[in-house]
């Protein structure tokens, strides 16, 4: 019997060893393009076109002063910021709320606009950028940044995310105690709803960040001046500029300082989004 229960013992040790050992290559391996990148911004583009290196070069400075000469990068972030933190916003409040609605409530056309929601996940948002600039001539929006945040209040795949998350995790019986108590219905999704829902908020906030800050074909469309571009397609320029060879080292560098904000951003909410999990688990 002990030497059943050494084996089995034994056994599941063997099986974490694996698993923690499997866990730490895909850890390296999604970390690698990370690296990579790094020690590119140290390089020349001589360097990089010639030969593939993991060791750090001297050219950081002279890269970062190739860097500057196009690309304002203080103002690019500062534009980006402008554009991604309202959008992500405005998407997870008025999802979660949309989200809130059709999964419990009960109205003759929930099964239609639930419908409509689907099929508009499956049309590319590419098919709609030549009627969607022309309105936004029509209205006077070009050159401004409300085309790139007030869509945000419909995203049509993070509804349709939390919707799921919403009849998988909130239980009807709080949605009728509260209105038995008297509560009013925002008041409910306000401090019942929203904080059940905000593991799967936090989730879909940080994919909608990074899709706002990577934003390139829309940005690069609306807007035409060079005070009002966005981190991405400021990065662009210097790809565009004289010299492709010398500016790529500077390429790296400008790609490596515009993920900062997201790894920023991704280790806040991912926290937020395991501590949220673990209090879930412990009260169930």
Known sequence: MQDQTM???THDRLMKGLLYFAL??????????FYLMIINSTRTGVEISRSFSVIPRGHLVE???????????????????????????????????????????????????????LVFMMIPGQLSLIGFYQLCTKLHLVNTYIPLIVPAVASPGTVFFLRQYALSTVQTTLIEAARIDGAPELYTFHRIIFPILSPGIATMGIMTFIGNWNSYLLPMIILNKTDKFTLPVMVSTLRSATDLQQNQGATYLAVAISVIPIVLVFSFFSRY????????????
């Open 273 to 284: 989004i395991i501590s949220s999990i673990s209090a879930g688990a412990v009260k169930g």
């Open 24 to 33: 730490g290559l895909l850890a390296v391996a999604s970390f690698f393009p």
């Open 63 to 117: 890269n970062y002063k190739q860097l500057i000469k196009y690309v304002d990068i203080p103002r690019g972030i500062f534009n980006s910021i402008l554009v991604s933190v309202p959008a992500t916003l405005l998407t997870a409040y008025f999802s979660a709320l949309t989200a809130y609605g059709l999964a419990f409530y009960k109205f003759k056309a929930n099964k239609v606009v639930f419908g409509a929601i």
């Open 7 to 9: 084996d089995s013992k």
